[in-house]
Every structure is written in structure tokens, then in C-alpha cells.
């Protein structure tokens, strides 16, 4: 089946540093999406990408849809420490409803 | 815009009862709901996609007398888990996609359920 290859699986980091993680695929996607999962919570949508070569902002955050259709990236800058938890790429193949999930990236923050 | 809701978070119950989630979509009308299921430190399992007024399609491996999903409404989907057993403790998450958003496949999540069966 369809697999999302999460990179990092984790980082520890300084406050104020900036942050990149990815996701590769075998497989060609239509739709791009980012959540954040906080420990005890359901994940949060971030960004939500459509079109290849997309390059959304949401504050701090940017992530883009890659040109081939099998990546995408996740950049935070100037991390806070409201910023850690578990990211998580996950994509959405033509003609199918289902989610495709990375493996999550675990974000840590040292004050 | 785009709330889940789900009811309740948590919850603890013997070995044998039946519990039931509820997931409501709370500004928007969702055609598709999803159930999934987490482990510790896992990504989320697929367990079954629900569509309202049909019947849920489950994934591989997934026992449909054991998890039961009703999708009466537009805005609300429960998952049943029967005749709990300690191997069914987890955390229990619902999405819902929204057909006015610019991909209708975007699915919003749920806070999760928290299940423990002792």
C-alpha cells in the first residue's frame, strides 16, 4: 500500500531555532496536509495543500507541495515552546477519501 | 469553522459493557466521517470510513461485530466497541471531511476518546 516517509521521526531543539521536516512518497498525491497532535489531543489541521509547487504560510509556519507530487515540507521558524508535539504529513491520492500518514515527527524544545 | 466534537473523552469500563463515542461535526454538514484508532507513540490506524445513511466500510483487519459505526446524520457518527476487553483500550479519534472546503478529502479531527477497559 501507499506509505509517507516522516523525516525526522525526532528533533531537539533550542527556543528560537528554526525547524524542517518532510515527508517522501513512491506514490503521487493530490492533496498535502500538516497537522500538529498534542499529547491526550486530536491533530490539528495546519496547512492544506491542493496544487503542486504550492508554498503556503500560516504564521510562523511554511510548508509547500512538491513539484514531483510525492513530497512536501513543514518549516517553523523561530520556534516557541507552544511548538512541541507530534507533526504529522499525510496525503490524499486522487479518486480516494482515505488519509495517507506519515510516521510523525516529535518536536521537542529546549527553553 | 470545520469543529469536531467528540463525547466522551474519556472513559472506563469493565471487561464485557459496551461503550459508545459519539463524533459530531458542529459548523458543517459531513457527508464522510472516519474512525481511527492510536497507540503510544504511533500514527493513527484507519479503522473504518462511514458515509451517512449507508453502511461503514472498514478496513482490513478491523472486526465489524466488534466495532459497530452508525452514521445517522449529517452531523453525527458513533462508534460502538462491544463486549470491551483490556486489548481494546486505546485512544479513539473521529474526523470529518467538509464539502465546502476546497478539498472535500480534507478531514478536521475530533479531540479523541480516551478507552480504557479494565
Known sequence: ?111 | GAVVSQHPSWVICKSGTSVKIECRSLDFQATTMFWYRQFPKQSLMLMATSNEGSKATYEQGVEKDKFLINHASLTLSTLTVTSAHPEDSSFYICSASDPSSPSTDTQYFGPGTRLTVL
Open chain 1, 1 to 111: 500500500g501507499q506509505q509517507l516517509n516522516q523525516s525526522p521521526q525526532s528533533m531537539f531543539i533550542q527556543e528560537g531555532e528554526d525547524v524542517s521536516m518532510n515527508c517522501t512518497s513512491s506514490s503521487i498525491f493530490n492533496t498535502w496536509l500538516w497537522y500538529k497532535q498534542d499529547p491526550g489531543e486530536g491533530p490539528v489541521l495546519l496547512i492544506a495543500l491542493y496544487k503542486a509547487g504550492e508554498l503556503t504560510s500560516n504564521g510562523r509556519l511554511t510548508a509547500q507541495f512538491g513539484i514531483t507530487r510525492k513530497d512536501s515540507f513543514l518549516n517553523i521558524s523561530a520556534s516557541i515552546p507552544s511548538d512541541v508535539g507530534i507533526y504529522f504529513c499525510a496525503g490524499i491520492i486522487q479518486g480516494a477519501q482515505k488519509l495517507v500518514f506519515g510516521q510523525g515527527t516529535r518536536l521537542t524544545i529546549n527553553p
